[in-house]
């Protein structure tokens, strides 16, 4: 049986994750919108990732306006791996 | 809804995975550039190798100075891009920094190289119709490694999108800037 992993396991957490793979860092505000969730319910996400130490989050300027740069951790970035991986060994044993 | 488990159902997972993968490919494909992006790195970069080449040919006292001003003025360019880049996306990407500003792609590093050696050799013999078209050819070689590396980019983004930090970079423009203003300075 694959081992998913809790803390990625709710939908907009992988989407969230898998996003910031795209870049380096991004903006509060860009991935609210990428993702189109609202501001709360991205907060929700980030400070449970962060919590577990697969996302950093840090408070910057962007656009001469005080706003946070979120970042995947090495952590987050071998854990989303590992989810990954199994989710797709799951799908896989019914193909 | 998830299984009775705890565990997606195949067909969740699937959806979910899915949906992850069109959400990075959407913020891939959402970045943009200044419509003169190219057009200014490739400037940039004409202007550095024409300076190294006339630093290097014989045009009297002040020619030591030409080879630090050209890099100054590559780097600030590259600087303000990226500055323009990361405002404009709310994005850093690490991957563009290093590759598409900074340059350590295999096409434009071969390039440059090339370009820099030709337009030095055309320097030494004086041919300076020769050094501008070395030096125009290594921008926009540079300039289309650029845009060649964006179209990859956005074929696989977890793949390219990693880099060296601002921080990193700027410390190390800083860096080179400061060795060869003070390689001038000292001879």
């Not at chain 1, 996003?19 to 501001?39: K, Y």
């Not at chain 1, 306006?65 to 951790?73: F, G, K, N, Q």
């Not at chain 2, 434009?108 to 050819?137: E, I, N």
């Not at chain 2, 540079?142 to 999108?161: D, I, Q, V």
Request: hydrophobic share 55%.
């Amino acid at each position: 049986m694959p081992e998913l992993d809790v803390s990625i396991q709710p939908p907009a957490r992988l989407r969230l994750m898998t996003t910031l793979t795209a870049v380096s860092e991004a903006e509060f505000a860009t991935l609210r919108d990428t993702m189109q969730v609202s501001d709360s319910v991205l907060s929700k996400h980030v400070a449970a990732l962060a919590a577990v130490g697969y996302v950093n989050s840090r408070k910057g300027i962007h656009a001469g306006r005080r706003t946070t740069w979120i970042s995947l951790t090495a952590a987050g970035r071998r854990a989303l791996s590992a989810h990954v991986a199994a989710l797709r060994e799951l799908i896989a044993g019914v193909e | 809804m998830e299984s009775s488990d705890g565990l997606p159902t195949p067909e969740e997972g699937a959806v979910a995975l899915a949906e992850a993968e069109a959400s990075r490919t959407m913020l891939a494909d959402s970045l943009v550039l200044r419509s003169w992006f190219y057009a200014a790195i490739g400037a940039a970069i004409t202007v550095q190798i024409a300076t190294t080449a006339l630093g290097h040919a014989d045009i009297g006292s002040r020619a030591g100075w030409l080879l630090p001003a050209g890099v100054v003025v590559s780097v600030l360019v590259a600087g303000i891009e990226l500055a323009h880049f990361r405002r404009l996306n709310g994005v850093w990407l690490g991957g563009f920094a290093g590759r598409v500003v900074g340059g350590p792609a295999t096409a434009a590093s071969m390039s440059y190289v090339l370009s820099v050696g030709a337009a030095v050799w055309a320097g030494f013999d004086q041919a300076w119709w020769l050094v501008a078209l070395c030096a125009a050819a290594g921008g926009v070689a540079f300039a289309w490694s650029g845009r060649w590396w964006l179209r990859t980019y956005r074929a696989e983004p977890a793949a390219h999108g990693r880099g060296k930090s601002a921080a990193w970079l700027a410390v190390l423009a800083i860096v080179a800037v400061s060795g060869l203003v003070l390689l001038v300075v000292g001879r």
